[in-house]
């Protein structure tokens, strides 16, 4: 194929190679490489252009996509601050409810429910006499089971109503009242007014407890007792709450 030339379209023919150079145009004399130089670098900038458009278009979009991205991001954010603050709006407006509720029904008498039955009314703390007969240690054994404290007390009704039941908290100290160990017993052995109750109890032992190391060590004679009642059952079928 015979090139053309780009300033005057004159297309070369067999006879002109032999006459010009290839590289010249036989009718005008002008040179190719001049002529098509130009062309080519419209042609580049063109696509420099069309690359630069393409490149500010991606990043005009990745900018436009990262507006998107931060409003639903911050939006969603203040969706659930909103949310939260509805949550305990509320929670504060139900608490508060209850608490006024509470308190306008402890300061009237009329709403006051509280269950205590008239034979039920706390008294004072009542200390009964109490003192240790006898005190031992049982050791394991097929029979028994486990190890335990074995100790008898006597117990005396101060009251000036037999007893019926009564529970409470012996409270075993040294002589220098010192404590060594409490225990919450039940007797249910009636002991009539002004009279004594030989009452014997077993405690089972913790080798790694020190106040049961303690409670098993030391003598009888050493110790003092004595039993604060809790609640005790009358013979009458009254009680009193301690």
Not at 35 to 54: H, V, Y
Not at 72 to 101: C, H
Not at 102 to 108: D, E, P, Y
Not at 230 to 241: C, E, M, Q
Request: net charge positive; hydrophobic share 35%; aromatic share 8%.
């Amino acid at each position: 194929m015979h090139s053309q030339c780009l300033k005057c379209e004159y297309v070369r023919t067999e006879s002109d190679d032999k006459s010009y150079p290839e590289w010249k145009c036989p009718k005008c004399e002008a040179v190719y490489s001049k002529l098509n130089a130009p062309t080519i670098r419209k042609n580049s900038k063109r696509i420099s252009k069309n690359k630069k458009s393409i490149i500010t278009n991606i990043k005009e979009n990745k900018l436009n996509y990262l507006v998107v991205f931060a409003i639903g991001f911050f939006a969603g954010r203040e969706q659930i601050k909103y949310e939260i603050r509805n949550v305990m709006s509320s929670t504060l407006e139900k608490v508060s409810s209850t608490l006024t509720r509470v308190s306008n029904n402890l300061n009237n008498p009329e709403n006051n429910n509280l269950n205590v039955l008239p034979d039920e009314q706390p008294q004072q703390a009542v200390i009964l006499p109490v003192k240790f007969i006898s005190k031992g240690f049982r050791a394991f054994n097929l029979d028994d089971g486990d190890q335990a404290i074995e100790f008898k007390i006597a117990i005396t009704n101060t009251f000036t109503k037999d007893i019926r039941s009564v529970k409470g908290e012996l409270l075993v100290t040294n002589l220098l009242n010192d404590h060594i160990k409490t225990l919450i017993i039940t007797i249910d052995d009636p002991i009539n007014s002004n009279s004594s109750l030989v009452w014997e109890g077993t405690m089972k032992y913790n080798q790694f407890r020190t106040s049961d190391k303690r409670l098993r060590a030391i003598e009888t004679k050493n110790c003092k007792v004595s039993f604060a009642v809790t609640k005790v059952l009358f013979s009458d079928g009254t009680t009193n709450v301690m």
